[in-house]
């Protein structure tokens, strides 16, 4: 029968860590949820480790300075995990490519720094790196005919972040999940290592 959770604190004795999602369970994009927040600076007050989960497509290490800012405290988690440090393990065994990449330049550059990757266009790839859509008034439909010349190529897509859309304060926008959905629809091979992928939990347990 399932159980119909009001509070964290109702099941908060029967474990010694909580694994939590980030985006659209602590903050928006913008803003902290405060009751997420406080939720969380019980457990840790009641001696849990808390691991924040984010299908963020980069380094970690940006992460707590944007919390920062929103103004998440720093006593509400003890680590943080990103899709950004699971899948780099699978990009770096893949270098040097070269790789076709998809996704915003500069904000994502962390992700693809220090692996040895070289990139090229998608007619001389081996295969493409996704964290993103190039711009974020895109949609999946606007990569339609790239991802068929892209299975044309049987080229392997290795996502960054498995999500499909996301609320970014008022405006909900398109993820590197909707265009590895797609090319999985096509039958497409997928390499995905974030959230619900194993390898990032597997990342937080360590």
Request: a negative charge; aromatic letters at 8%; proline letters at 7%.
């Amino acid at each position: 029968m399932t159980e119909v959770l009001r509070s964290i604190d109702a099941i908060a004795d029967r474990y010694d860590a909580m694994f939590c999602d980030l985006w659209g369970v602590v903050h928006n994009g913008r803003t902290p949820y405060a009751e997420a927040v406080e939720a969380l600076r019980r457990l840790r007050a009641a001696g849990k480790t808390v691991i924040l989960l984010t299908n963020v497509p980069k380094p970690r290490d940006s992460i707590p300075g944007q919390l920062d800012r929103m103004g998440v405290p720093r006593d509400a988690w003890d680590a943080i995990v990103t899709s950004g440090d699971a899948i780099r393990a699978e990009l770096k065994v893949r270098a040097p490519g070269p790789m076709y990449r998809i996704g915003p330049g500069e904000y994502d550059r962390p992700l693809w720094e220090g692996l040895g990757l070289e990139e090229a266009p998608l007619e001389q790839a081996r295969f493409i790196g996704i964290s993103g859509l190039n711009h974020d008034d895109e949609t999946p439909a606007d990569y339609a005919d790239l991802i068929r010349v892209a299975k044309a190529r049987d080229l392997e897509m290795l996502c960054a972040n498995p999500d499909i859309i996301v609320q970014f304060g008022d405006r909900m926008i398109w993820c590197a999940g909707a265009i590895a959905r797609d090319y999985a629809a096509l039958g497409g091979k997928v390499v995905m290592a974030g959230k619900p992928y194993p390898p990032i939990y597997e990342l937080a347990y360590r």
